[in-house]
């Protein structure tokens, strides 16, 4: 199994569309969550953090689930821009190593 | 948030030529540097993490002779890729941290490709 693992799609969705994303981890150590955007030949850019609590930022929603061990990012109301593969990044305990997932390619259509 | 840089962006070399890349923080100090490679369609893969002052820790498979790290400050981290070959050609990508909540900050990534 491995440490990080997402659906790779691709997502095709419509503009003004709700999607979302699954990621699960392996070690239940794991302390801090977090989602990445990638473009295509760019380098990741943090989209934000994953709180037990959860949390929101405009269109974006971030939720932990660590009793199943994963983490979900939903986009609502989706625009052409939000294409992009999106990364999710679990840093693990004791020894401070961080896992990217393979990531999920999001396309958003007109 | 906090900007990382890379130099060069982008490099073509001969084969059995070695290249340095350099990562820096502009305005943190980064405690902790994190040298990925990305091959097209794949996902980051973690070479390797490297703290001020000490030596790099290599994940399984990378060969530490051959990508040679140095983080002689809190702001300057070096990969030099050695005797590189096309197989070494790949979009290489340092990451620097100094919070607590283990963000990374990205540099923009140096793509090599060896001839």
């Known amino acids: 199994r491995k440490e990080v693992e997402q659906d790779p799609g691709p997502f095709n969705v419509p503009e003004g569309a709700t999607v979302a994303f699954n990621c699960t981890y392996s070690n239940s150590a794991s302390q801090s969550f977090f989602w990445y955007r990638q473009d295509c030949r760019k380098e990741p850019k943090l989209l934000m953090s994953?709180?037990?609590s959860g949390n929101e930022d405009g269109r974006f929603t971030a939720q932990l689930n660590r009793a199943s061990q994963y983490i979900s990012l939903l986009i609502r109301d989706s625009k052409l821009s939000d294409s992009a593969t999106y990364l999710c990044?679990?840093?693990?305990?004791?020894?401070?190593?961080?896992?990217f997932g393979a990531g999920t390619r999001l396309f958003v259509k007109a | 948030g906090a900007v990382v840089s890379q130099h060069p962006s982008r490099v073509i070399c001969k084969s059995g030529t070695s290249v340095k890349i350099e990562c820096r923080s502009l305005?943190?100090?980064?405690?902790?540097m994190f040298w990925y490679r990305q091959f097209p369609k794949q996902s980051l893969m973690l070479m390797a993490t490297s703290n001020e002052g000490s030596k790099a820790t290599y994940e399984q498979g990378v060969e530490k002779d051959k990508f040679l790290i140095n983080h002689a400050s809190l702001t300057l981290s070096t990969l030099t890729v050695t005797s590189a070959h096309p197989e070494d050609s790949s979009f290489y990508i340092c990451?620097?941290?100094?919070?607590?909540?283990?963000?990374?900050?990205f540099g923009p990534g140096t793509r090599l490709t060896v001839l």
């Open positions: 994953v709180y037990s």
């Open positions: 305005d943190f100090q980064a405690t902790t």
């Open positions: 990451s620097a941290t100094g919070t607590t909540n283990n963000e990374q900050f």
């Open positions: 990044v679990v840093n693990g305990g004791g020894g401070f190593k961080t896992i």
